[in-house]
Structures are given as C-alpha cells and as structure tokens.
C-alpha cells in the first residue's frame, strides 16, 4: 500500500498544479484496498502534498457508517456523520479526512481522483449536462443531480450506482456531479490518467468557443478611485473576456451567481456589481464605500469579489481572483451545452453556512 500510496502523491501534485483540472485546495484523491483507505486530508492542496496530506482510514469503519441511522435533521446529520468519520481514522491519524471520503470509500477501484476541470463544470454547470453527458459518454458514466454534499451526496452516489448496475450490466468508471465536477475511478492511475485525457478531449470537440483571456487597455483613473474605495491589498483584472460580460447587467447574468461549492467557498456566493455611473457622482470613493457596506450589512459577508460595469474585476485575494476568473471560464463553456446554470439558493445557502466548507476554507489560508 505504501507503494501505491507513493503513486497517487505523485499524480495528485501532477493534477494540483494544472490550474485547468483544479485551483487552490480543490479536489481529492484517494488509494484503497478492502482493510485501509488514504484518502487527502481536508484543507490540503493536492499541489504541494505529501503523505501528511493524507487520512488513514479503516475500511471495516468506513462501511459500517451504511448500516447507521442518522438524524432527518440537516446540522445535527452532519455533525453525526462527521463524528463517525473521525472514529474511521487508524490508530494515530489526527488529520481530518475529505468531506468526500465516505464517497471514496464506496467506489469500488482502487484508485479515485476528484477533479474541478472548468471545461468539465462547463458540463455540469450547464442547462442541457445531464442529456449531453449521457450522448457523449454513454453507460460509461452516472450523473448525479445537484444535492447536499457529504453524507447525502455519498448515498445519492451509491444509490445511483446500484440502479446503474441493474439496468446496464456495467460499473461506471465516471461519476459527474452537478454543480460541482467529475469522479474518476480505476484500478491503477494509468487507466484514470487516460479517462480524464479522453474526457478533456471529447468535451473540447464540443466546445463553440472558448474564452478569450487576453489583456485589455484599463481605465486608471477608475482603478485609482476603486483604490482609494477599497481596504487593503485588492488584485485588479482586466481581459477580453470580463468586459464581454460587464457591458451591463444582463451581460453580467452569467457569471453573477455561484456554480460550484469551491467557486463559494474562496470567491463568495455572489459578486458586488458596481455601475460605470458611480464614476460620474460628486464624490465616487464615497458611493462606492456605501455600495460596499450595504453588500456586507445584506448579506452577513464582505464582498470578496467587486465587479465594475466595463472596467474589470476587483478581488480580496489571489484565490478570490483565480475562482472568479474560473467562474468566467465556467460561464463560457456552457455556452455550448445549452447555457448556464448555477447552484440553487438553498444549496448556496447550505455551503455558506456548513461548518465543514468554513473549516476548508480556514485550513487553505493558514
């Protein structure tokens, strides 16, 4: 197992710095045999992992969490399960496991590597993904619509596993998820090297364009107001891309909302929209400051993303920056599966407030 173990750390780091399969601390990996699981550890970045990233898990512990009763209540299941979970922990581990560990634990293969591609949520944050997933992979894969993450994501999956099996004779090797991104299963990292090759490569013939990331001419004096405007060190965007969808309000439609739980968790649930019109008020900093506070007092949170009509983005932090900048990617790509289509209000609201997602949020800023 240590081998093995030795392998998808290699792998894992391989995914982690390709910004176009995964940014910051997103997505997790997994390597399994019947007694013991590691699976990543909760707030590490697969970029920079070692075997410290990783969870040692019991196996024995991790299946018998199915023959348990939880609470109907959402808080109190989750803290039930979450419990459970730190019980699966070998003897000796301290780290917390993936909130997606439990899914790892019931894929069958030995091998399970979660990715973020955005041309993938191109797919599955998109109208028509679910009809265009089944043309383009077939029984290969299993779709799974937008739910809670963790425990119910976990049974939804398994459920959904069983039924596929049943009706088409054949274990899938793809789990897409809605909202969120791509499970990869397989019995070594060749084959799952291959699966993701071949699905960047079938999504890319479907594509009708992809985004258009070159610099444009910004406007200083506008950045030098949002400067004044805003607190403390804000990274400042501009491409072609961005000023497509910042004409006006219903050009901004589609990158105004959240479409994955990472896309919450490091660029916020939604971004402040700020009118070209300000710049022409008596006192501009003033409004903007204003426009600031009141997104703050609405929402119980500081905007970490302010977006200015035909100007660019201003963002909070680098990660802030980077999963807004993939949201626009994102909102691109759906463009050729049917148009966009973001997480619902109440899942959005799940994300906000799920102590596990604030716990992954802490551990990736420290």
């Known amino acids: 197992m240590e081998k093995l173990l030795e392998q998808l750390i290699d792998t894992s780091k391989v995914y982690g710095n390709n910004s176009d399969m995964v940014l910051v601390g997103g997505g997790n990996t997994s390597v399994k045999d019947d007694k013991v699981m590691y699976v990543k550890a909760s707030g590490h970045a697969l970029s920079s992992i070692d075997e410290s990233g990783f969870v040692k898990m019991d196996m024995d512990a991790m299946r018998g969490i199915w023959n348990k009763d939880y609470s109907t209540d959402t808080d109190e299941r989750e803290e039930q399960v979450l419990s459970d979970m730190m ?67 976990a049974k939804t999956v398994k459920d959904a596993i069983a039924v596929h099996e049943e009706e088409f004779k054949v274990y899938p090797d793809m789990i897409f998820l809605q909202n969120h991104g791509v499970f990869v299963s397989g019995d070594s990292l060749v084959r799952i090297n291959a699966i993701y090759e071949e699905i960047i490569d079938i999504l890319e013939k479907e594509l ?43 050009s901004f439609n589609p990158i105004s909302s959240s479409f994955t739980p990472d896309h919450i968790v490091y660029s916020g649930f939604k971004p402040l929209w700020i009118s070209e019109s300000i710049f022409s008020e008596e006192d501009p900093v003033a409004d903007i400051k204003k426009c600031i506070a009141e997104f703050t007092k609405e929402h119980g949170a500081p905007a970490k993303i302010i977006v200015v009509q035909n100007t660019g983005i201003f963002a909070a932090s680098e990660n802030a920056r980077d999963l807004y900048l993939d949201t626009v990617k994102v909102a691109v790509y759906t463009e050729s599966f049917g148009g966009p289509l973001f997480m619902d209000d109440g899942q959005i609201d799940f994300i906000r407030n799920w102590e596990v997602e604030k716990y992954r949020a802490k551990m990736s800023n420290t």
């Open 87 to 153: 019980e699966a922990r070998c003897e000796g581990e301290t780290a917390r496991p993936s909130v997606e560990a439990l899914l790892h634990s019931l894929l069958k293969d030995t091998f399970v590597i979660h990715m973020h591609p955005a041309l993938v949520n191109g797919l599955t944050c998109s109208q028509q993904g679910e009809e265009i997933m089944r043309q383009l992979f077939g029984t290969r894969a299993v779709w799974i619509p937008l739910v809670n993450p963790g425990y119910i994501l």
């Open 208 to 250: 009708i364009r992809t985004p258009d990331q070159n610099l444009v001419v910004i406007d200083t004096k506008r950045s030098e107001i949002m400067g004044e405007a805003v607190e403390g060190k804000w990274f400042e965007v501009y491409n072609r891309e961005l000023i497509r969808f910042l004409l006006d309000v219903k």
